[in-house]
């Protein structure tokens, strides 16, 4: 299959440069330290739960436009703090209605975050990391080392960019939503960065700010075992578990975490989570390759494997990137695979792909930013 190149970007804004002064940015601040910055500035500790409405469920950043308080207390919060989503320097539109942009930070560094337009709803695809520690052999983003972790104000201002672009924040008479879903599918490994992972999806699905169900957010993961049950237990989201392989040595090279978390030890924590046991499935994410595990034997123990565990797969074409070692399966291949799957009695849908031709498609994203020799990554 031929790789598709990516389109010009139909958006180019100017690069984001930083601010000239120490205010403090109020973005993914937890309740609570929003409080207290606003107690500690002097101002009256009910004030944040004002300022906390109008930055989530208004998405407002201008603090001049908080018209239910008092002037005098608006120039005072102008004077020290700022609401400040990270910069747009490209976005770029595919054919079939995905857009992905690539986000600056205050540093800096870059990551990309997708939206994944559907009939009747969406999903954002955010970023949890500048690039990967994983390595993943068939995913573009595992090409790019770990640069650094993204704070919680840089994951929830990915989902507050995207909204900004549709123009979808609340009015008083319309409250319908394109971007209904978020998805933690994007650069990076999201259980390598829970603490700010947890306080941005709080933040996102507190019920007088962005108010997103936890239905309606899927946390994926590689297979960082010993984290699993921490997101059950804090978030309760929906589980999406990249799987790939039916067995450890083809998964060894796919997913390498897996040498250190094998099959058996990812599926019996997966079979303890919490979506596993009542009506939600946890979804096992399956890249189909071209005679690396696209065979009828691999669909049918894939079935053996996931029968004791309340699961579904999805089966991804493999999406193409320069340099990639592998080819997409052939649809007659993915269709069989997913005949069998489906006749043992597992859902198996095959993911149409999205934005290939801008490089969003999963699989795909990668920023330019690189990490200093002299650099720690704290994971």
Excluded at 82 to 91: A, C, D, L, M
Excluded at 159 to 184: C, H, K, Q
Excluded at 263 to 289: D, H, K, Q, V
Aim: with cysteine; net charge positive; glycine share 6%.
């Amino acid at each position: 299959m031929a790789a598709h190149l990516p389109t010009e970007p139909l958006q180019i804004v100017e690069p984001f440069r930083g601010r000239n002064d120490t205010r403090r940015n109020l973005l993914g601040l937890s309740r609570e330290d929003l409080k207290a910055a606003l107690t500690e500035a002097g101002l009256e500790p009910f004030r944040a739960r004002q300022v906390w409405q109008w930055i989530y469920w208004h998405g407002v950043r201008d603090f001049g436009l908080m018209t239910n308080i008092a002037k005098k207390t608006r120039d005072r919060l102008s004077e020290l703090f700022v609401v400040e989503r990270p910069e747009i320097v490209t976005e770029q539109r595919s054919v079939d209605g995905t857009r992905k942009w690539l986000l600056r930070f205050p540093d800096g560094n870059e990551a990309e975050t997708v939206y994944i337009p559907e009939e009747d709803r969406g999903s954002v695809c955010v970023s949890s990391q500048v690039g990967c520690t994983l390595t993943c052999s068939f995913c573009h983003t595992g090409t790019q080392p770990l640069v650094r972790n993204l704070a919680p104000a840089e994951i929830v201002g990915q989902f507050m960019v995207a909204r900004d672009s549709y123009g979808e924040w609340p009015t008083p008479t319309e409250t319908t939503r394109m971007l209904s879903n978020i998805v933690m599918m994007g650069m990076g490994e999201p259980l390598y960065n829970f603490d700010n992972v947890a306080t941005a999806l709080k933040i996102v699905m507190d019920e007088q700010g962005i108010a997103l169900s936890r239905r309606r957010i899927t946390l994926s993961t590689s297979g960082v075992v010993p984290m699993i049950p921490k997101v059950g237990d804090v978030l309760d989201v929906n589980l999406a578990v990249s799987l790939h392989a039916v067995n450890d040595a083809v998964r060894d090279t796919l997913v390498p975490i897996n040498r250190k978390w094998p099959i058996e030890e990812l599926l019996a924590a997966c079979a303890a989570y919490p979506g596993a046991r009542n009506s939600r499935r946890i979804t096992f994410e399956y890249a189909m390759l071209k005679g690396v595990n696209d065979s009828d034997a691999d669909a049918r123990e894939l079935v053996r494997l996931l029968k004791p565990i309340h699961a579904k797969v999805n089966l991804i074409p493999f999406n193409p990137w320069p340099g990639a070692p592998y080819e997409c399966s052939s649809n007659n291949r993915m269709h069989r695979f997913a005949e069998i799957v489906n006749d043992g009695g597992l859902s198996a849908p095959i993911r149409t792909p999205r934005g290939r031709d801008i490089f969003a498609a999963c699989g795909q994203l990668k920023s330019a930013s690189q990490r200093g020799r002299r650099e720690k990554v704290a994971l």
